[in-house]
């Protein structure tokens, strides 16, 4: 059986060293300090994932500086003239799926010298003793004034709403094989009943995930709901359109948390376990960012486990009445 670990790891050594071999003058560095220099040229090295993306647009346009910026996700910065997309190495499902959509000419080529090279990371200790935000904010030297992002408008699907009925966007919980975090999940009872209370206020219901057979697939029953996305038919800028147009967002821990901070949309945040790296304080400091649209909805006796598989006890005791409130107060 081939080690697609393995082969990635080596891949990545061999290019950068070859990489690095043809070069004579470059810088590699884990933070930016006002003193660094500026005739070379930035490169940041970013982290893939959706939401991290999302936050990372922040600091990046904050710090307003031309850069080349590797990432999966090249549209959440369509907006940022200084910023460079180059094309990243990646081999997660979603991401190579997005990548593949896009036009070569939307890549630049980085220069070859004079670099200065950004690694964008956070670990287990560095959200133990503080945030993804605060972590972001050492690494760029930079703390954002805003949180937003381009305007992915209306997607066409919507004319499928019936006028007037306002709209809430719900994330299932899916476990998938290249990230195995079930820890992390809510109880997808709690999503369903909150989808259910949601129709019956009036709310047209749409469901979203990208599920692939024994890829990546939906925890329990899917929620239910008036229009469901489980297949991926929704590319990313329909998807954050969708979002964006959206009256209440649903869901646990993800990408749409960070999504909800940068739209400005209410959120219900379902909580699950592992806390130890999952908690609201470490993925929406409020040093950093607005997070008074998301109203988190903790279980009774949260789990402080940094465990991606451990049977965290998720019970939130009142979860209904708590969604009946949260829904009066979006009116």
């Not at 476990?175 to 997808?188: F, G, Q, T, V, Y």
């Not at 899917?222 to 489980?230: R, V």
Request: overall charge neutral; charged content about 25%; proline content about 6%.
């Amino acid at each position: 059986m081939r080690d697609l670990a393995a082969e990635k790891i080596d891949r990545i050594k061999k290019a950068n060293q070859a990489y690095y071999d043809a070069q004579s003058n470059i810088k590699e560095v884990d933070k930016l300090s006002e003193d660094v220099e500026k005739t070379r040229t930035l490169i940041i090295k970013s982290m893939h994932g959706l939401g991290d993306n999302i936050n990372q647009r922040a600091f990046i346009k904050e710090l307003g500086r031309e850069c080349y910026l590797d990432t999966p996700w090249p549209s959440l910065y369509a907006d940022l003239p200084f910023v460079k997309i180059v094309k990243c190495d990646t081999m997660l499902r979603t991401q190579v799926k997005n990548i593949k959509r896009q036009a070569e000419t939307i890549y630049s080529t980085a220069p070859t010298k004079d670099l200065l090279v950004l690694k964008v990371f956070y670990t287990t200790r560095d959200l133990q003793t503080g945030s993804q935000l605060k972590r972001f904010w050492q690494q760029f030297g930079v703390k954002p004034k805003v949180f937003d992002l381009p305007d992915f408008g209306r997607p066409d699907f919507m004319k499928l709403i019936p006028h007037g009925m306002k709209v809430a966007v719900i994330r299932p919980a899916t476990i998938r094989k290249e990230w195995m975090a079930a820890s992390r999940n809510p109880d997808p009872l709690y999503l369903a009943q909150a989808a259910i209370i949601l129709m019956q206020q009036g709310y047209f219901v749409i469901s979203v995930a990208d599920t692939e057979p024994g890829v990546e697939w939906i925890i329990g029953d899917e929620p239910p709901a008036d229009l469901k996305f489980h297949r991926g038919e929704l590319t990313v800028e329909q998807l954050l359109g969708l979002c964006q147009n959206a009256d209440a967002l649903v869901g646990g821990h993800g990408f749409l948390t960070h999504l909800a901070m940068s739209a400005k949309k209410p959120m219900l945040w379902v909580g699950g376990g592992y806390f130890g790296d999952n908690s609201p304080n470490q993925i929406a400091d409020p040093a950093f960012v607005d997070n008074s649209c998301i109203t988190f909805i903790l279980p009774d006796h949260p789990c402080l486990c940094t465990t991606m598989v451990h049977p965290c006890i998720k019970t939130i005791t009142g979860f209904e009445d708590k969604v009946r409130t949260w829904i009066r107060g979006l009116s």
